[in-house]
C-alpha cells in the first residue's frame, strides 16, 4: 500500500491533517496498486480516500481538489508498491563502475517503466510482460524511453546478459501499434554494436518512426571502478568521427524520406572528435538533451538569443571571476567567456575539473565531485570574487555533489565564495557580469547523469548507461 513518507508544507496532505506513515488504502474505493494507479486515480476533481492512519484508525475523506492538483506528498517508494530492479548484467552498466563508498541510492539498478513514463528514466523492457505492455498501451504511457542498444536478438541477449533481450523489436512493434511513442537510444560499444551493428539496428528501427520518434547514439561511460568486468574501452577521436560520418549519412537519407534527422549523435562524440555540433534543424525537437543529445547547440543558441540583453558594464569593479566546467566543455565555454573580453574591470578564469574520483575517462560537467573541486582548487583560487558553479554539478533540490560535498563545504575550504547558476548561455554571462538576480531560478533536473538514481530521492545528471 502506498505508505506517505514526507509532507510537503502548505499541501493538500497537510490541509487534510495526514501524516507520515500514514497508508493510503483506496481512492474512490479502487486499491492503489502503484504509481499508476495513484496518478490516474487522483486525476479528478472530487475523490474519495480511504486512509489507515498510524494507530490502525481507518479514514474516510471526501475531497475537492482541483483536477490537476496532488496530494503534496513523498511516498516510501516512488512508484507507490517498490521499484523494478534492472535484471541484466549489461557489459557497459555504469553503475557497476561506481565507487563502493558511495550513497546506496546511487547504486540502484531501475529498470521500470512506470519511472520511464513519469521521470524519463530509459528502461530494457526485459522484464516486461505482454500483459503489462497491454497497459502501457490501454492507459496510454507516452512516451517511452527504451534503450535498445541493438537489434541484433543475438548480439542484444550478449550485451545485456538476459535471455529475455532479444524480443525487442516485438516489443516495439506492439507499442507502435498501440500508439505508444517512443524515444530510443544505444550506447555504443567499440567493437560490439558499432558500425555494420549500427547501421542495423538504424535501419530496423526508423519503419517505426513517428512511433519510434528518435534514435541517441551515446558513447560507452567508463570509470576507473572497472574492476572484474568486461573489457571495454573508450572510442578515439577518429573513431569518434567515423561514428559522426556514418549517422550524418543516415540524417541526410532520413531528411530525404522522413523529414526528421531521426538518429542523433550525443555531444561527447563532437567533443572528442573536436569537430562542430551541427545547427538547430539537425536536432529535429531537442527530445533528448536529458540525454546529452544537442546540449551544446541549446547552450550556443540561448546564448546568441540573449547576449544582446547582457550588460557591457559591471555592477562592482573590479571582477575577478573562476568558471568550473568540466573537461568536455571547456572549449565551449572559453570560447563564450570571450564575448565579455573587452567588459572594462573583468577577469574570467576557466577551470576544467579532472575527474579523479571517476577517472579521466569521465569528462562531463554534471559527474564533477566536490572532493575534486576542492584539490585541484587549493591555493589556485585566492586572487578570485567569486566561483561560478554550473547546478548541473548538484543535486536536485540540494546544494549537495555526488559525493556528499555540499557547496558551502566547497566555500569554506576554498575560502572563496560559489555562485551557483543555471548551466545555461545566460548562466555564464550574467553569472560572471555578476547580475544573478537576471537569471531564472535554478533548474532542475530528472535524469540527466545517465547513471539511475532512484526518483524518490534527487536523481544527479550523468551518463546513461542503462
Same mark, same amino acid.
Given at each position: 500500500? *502506498?505508505?506517505i513518507?514526507?509532507?510537503? *508544507?502548505?499541501? %493538500? ?12 488504502? $483506496?481512492?474512490?474505493g ?17 475523490i ?30 516512488p512508484t507507490v508498491?517498490?521499484? &523494478? %530492479? =534492472?535484471?541484466n548484467? =549489461?557489459?557497459?552498466?555504469f553503475?557497476?563502475?561506481i565507487p ?17 513514463f ?19 498501451? &490501454?492507459?496510454?504511457?507516452? *512516451? ?32 507502435a ?7 530510443? @537510444?544505444?550506447?555504443? =560499444? ?8 549500427l547501421? &542495423? ?29 568486461? $573489457? %571495454? ?17 543516415? @540524417?541526410?537519407?532520413? @531528411? ?20 562542430p ?32 540583453r547582457?550588460? &557591457? ?23 563564450s567567456?570571450?564575448?565579455l ?36 582548487l587549493q591555493? @589556485? ?5 567569486t ?22 563545504r ?8 560559489v ?9 555564464? %554571462? ?37
Amino acid at each position: 500500500m *502506498p505508505k506517505i513518507q514526507r509532507i510537503h *508544507p502548505g499541501s %493538500l496532505a497537510e490541509e487534510l491533517e495526514l501524516e507520515p506513515g500514514d497508508e493510503l488504502l $483506496k481512492i474512490n474505493g479502487q486499491p492503489i496498486r502503484d504509481i499508476v494507479d495513484l496518478q490516474f486515480a487522483l486525476a479528478a476533481e472530487e475523490i474519495e480516500l480511504e486512509v489507515k492512519k498510524r494507530d490502525g484508525e481507518i479514514w474516510l475523506l471526501d475531497v475537492e481538489k482541483g483536477y490537476d492538483e496532488g496530494l503534496g506528498v513523498d511516498w516510501e517508494h516512488p512508484t507507490v508498491d517498490r521499484v &523494478r %530492479l =534492472c535484471h541484466n548484467k =549489461c557489459v557497459f552498466c555504469f553503475v557497476d563502475q561506481i565507487p563502493t563508498n558511495m550513497r546506496q541510492t546511487l547504486n540502484v539498478r531501475d529498470d521500470d517503466y512506470r519511472l520511464s513514463f513519469l521521470h524519463g528514466n530509459f528502461v530494457t523492457l526485459t522484464n516486461v510482460k505482454d500483459e503489462e505492455l497491454e497497459r502501457i498501451i &490501454r492507459l496510454k504511457m507516452s *512516451p517511452l524511453n527504451i534503450s535498445v542498444h541493438t537489434t541484433n536478438p543475438e548480439l542484444r541477449v550478449r550485451m545485456l546478459a538476459n535471455r529475455r533481450s532479444g524480443e525487442i523489436l516485438r516489443q516495439i512493434d506492439m507499442l507502435a501499434k498501440g500508439g505508444i511513442e517512443m524515444n530510443t @537510444q544505444v550506447v555504443l =560499444c567499440p567493437g560490439w554494436n558499432d558500425g555494420d551493428e549500427l547501421d &542495423r539496428t538504424i535501419r530496423e528501427l526508423a519503419p517505426f518512426y513517428p512511433a519510434v520518434r528518435t534514435l541517441s547514439v551515446v558513447p560507452v561511460g567508463l570509470t576507473k571502478h572497472r574492476r572484474g568486468l568486461h $573489457k %571495454l574501452r573508450p572510442y578515439t577521436p577518429e573513431e569518434a568521427r567515423q561514428v559522426i560520418e556514418q549517422v550524418t549519412r543516415w @540524417q541526410e537519407h532520413f @531528411q530525404e524520406t522522413l523529414g526528421v534527422s531521426f538518429v542523433h549523435v550525443a555531444d561527447e562524440f563532437y567533443v572528442l572528435a573536436d569537430v562542430p555540433v551541427p545547427p538547430a534543424r539537425f536536432y529535429d525537437e531537442f527530445a533528448q538533451t536529458e540525454n546529452g543529445v544537442g546540449v551544446i547547440r541549446t547552450f550556443l543558441d540561448e546564448l546568441e538569443e540573449v547576449w544582446p540583453r547582457v550588460p &557591457r558594464t559591471l555592477q562592482r569593479e573590479p571582477r575577478r571571476v573562476g568558471v568550473i566546467t568540466g573537461v568536455s566543455a571547456q572549449k565551449v565555454i572559453r570560447e563564450s567567456l570571450e564575448r565579455l573580453s573587452g567588459v572594462p574591470g573583468l577577469v574570467t578564469r576557466v577551470f576544467p575539473i579532472v575527474n579523479d574520483f571517476y577517472g579521466h575517462h569521465v569528462t562531463v560537467t554534471g559527474l564533477i565531485t566536490g572532493t575534486d573541486i576542492v584539490r585541484q582548487l587549493q591555493g @589556485q583560487v585566492n586572487d578570485l570574487d567569486t566561483l561560478l558553479l554550473p547546478d548541473i554539478m548538484l543535486k536536485d533540490d540540494a546544494d549537495v555533489f555526488l559525493d556528499d560535498y555540499t557547496v558551502q563545504r566547497v566555500e569554506e575550504e576554498l575560502s572563496l565564495p560559489v555562485t551557483v547558476v543555471p548551466a545555461t548561455g545566460s548562466g555564464l %554571462l550574467f553569472g560572471a557580469m555578476g547580475y544573478t538576480q537576471s537569471l531564472p531560478p535554478r533548474r532542475r533536473y530528472e535524469a540527466t547523469l545517465r547513471v539511475m538514481e532512484s526518483p524518490q530521492a534527487e536523481t544527479p545528471l550523468a551518463v546513461s548507461n542503462g
